[in-house]
């Protein structure tokens, strides 16, 4: 091998290298920013947790209570009221009855 055709094999050797520097740099740059990304997403702050229920205490079953005995009670008035209604209403038509009876037997 004479010494022109080393130094273009070298010549050509170093190139490959310069191409294969080249493309290990772009690989580099590349993963470099993926990593840089990573931390980027990694430091962002995380969301807030969910504030914890309460059971909302003894005053609001309290509060429950109460309004379902009013709610409870306004019912039963209103069954008695409908019942008395129904009474009077039935008494009225039997007196009814007996005049218009009375009348006709009479005629």
Do not use: Y
């Not at 004479?2 to 740099?25: G, I, P, W, Y």
């Not at 990573?38 to 309004?67: D, F, H, V």
């Not at 209604?85 to 009855?97: D, F, G, H, K, Q």
Request: net charge neutral; glycine share 6%; hydrophobic share 55%.
């Amino acid at each position: 091998m004479s010494a022109f055709e080393k130094a273009v094999s070298d010549l050509e050797k170093a190139a490959r290298d310069a191409v294969d520097a080249a493309a290990n740099t772009e690989q580099l740059e590349l993963m470099a920013a993926v990593l840089k990304a990573q931390q980027l997403t990694q430091q962002q702050a995380p969301a807030p947790a969910p504030a914890p229920r309460t059971s909302g205490g003894a005053g609001k079953w309290i509060g429950i209570g109460i309004g379902g005995s009013v709610f409870l009670l306004t019912v039963a008035v209103s069954a008695v009221a409908v019942a008395i209604s129904a009474v009077a209403l039935t008494v009225c038509l039997l007196v009814l009855r007996s005049v218009w009876q009375d009348i006709r037997k009479s005629a």
